[in-house]
């Protein structure tokens, strides 16, 4: 196949790894434009673009969309950069929805968009901006912060820890609370096929996170399952998943892709009997 017209690749949909950039200069084209763009279904379009004329580094989000007021906020909504923070814009921009269908005095958008800073937009996304690039990274969803041991990081960080591990071809990692108030991080493994989950290969999991991010992110309980689950953007279903072990049940959903793959996170020993005094 001749790649000689291809002059770019935006990529999109879920936060792009390090590894998606060189896949694509290494197997595609080397002198290829790729960047990855951050975006939203609700506000019906990007916040992020690309600008040929600068430079792109992998991972990161180049540049603010024309007419995006993009920032970091940290907890006291101030903007910062160089350290991780919710992702805001500032100032209106058109393409924000006015209101929600069925969403009376606009209850639904203000406390899901407006409630954690006065009058600025929170996409609910942790990210950060790099000091040196003026990159954006994005991390994760910031309403699915985990918290164990006195610690607060996010499954983006347990993610980026194992992402080049050779056994793992997906996973997802969640919080669950325990019916004494303690919480803690639970990773589940999807194993490539030819490997098998056993305390060895758990242990690699753990020395991997260890070493490439932080020994206070290693999930407490490490778990194999057959499938994660997707929703139609293809995106991990972790605040599904959160549902299902803080009840053991599975919980009403519609966004899907592999709906049989719920029936996965139910019944498991070491997840119910955290939850059950």
């Known amino acids: 196949m001749n790649f000689d017209s291809l002059k770019v690749i935006a990529l999109g949909a879920s936060p792009s790894k390090i590894r998606n950039f060189e896949f694509l200069h290494n197997n595609v084209k080397q002198d290829l434009f790729v960047s990855s ?25 180049q540049v603010p969309s024309l007419g995006v007021d993009l920032h970091c906020f940290d907890s006291e909504g101030r903007s910062v950069v160089g350290k991780r923070g919710e992702m805001v814009v500032k100032t209106p921009t058109p393409s924000f929805p006015v209101y929600l269908w069925k969403d009376n005095k606009n209850a639904k958008l203000n406390e899901t968009y407006f409630s954690k800073y006065e009058g600025v937009w929170s996409q609910n996304d942790e990210g950060w901006i790099n000091p040196k690039t003026k990159g954006i990274v994005v991390i994760g969803r910031s309403d699915d912060t985990l918290k164990q041991n006195g610690e607060r990081f996010c499954a983006g960080d347990v993610y980026f820890g194992i992402d080049r591990m050779e ?5 997802i990692c969640v919080g669950q609370r325990c019916w004494n108030g303690d919480t803690r991080a639970v990773l589940f493994v999807k194993l490539k096929k030819g490997y098998t989950f056993n305390q060895k290969l758990r242990e690699k999991i753990e020395d991997t996170i260890k070493e490439e991010v932080s020994v206070d992110y290693i999930p407490k309980l490490i778990l194999s399952v057959p499938d994660i689950p997707y929703n139609l953007n293809h995106k991990r279903m972790e605040s599904t998943v959160r549902k299902i072990i803080a009840a053991n049940e599975i919980p009403e959903v519609s966004n899907i892709k592999n709906r049989e793959s719920l029936q996965y996170f139910i019944d498991i020993p070491e997840v119910v009997s955290y939850i059950r005094k």
């Open 167 to 171: 056994e793992l071809e997906d996973f």
């Open 37 to 61: 763009i951050y975006g939203a279904t609700e506000v019906f379009g990007a916040f992020s673009g690309f600008d040929l004329n600068l430079p792109g580094y992998s991972s990161e989000c």
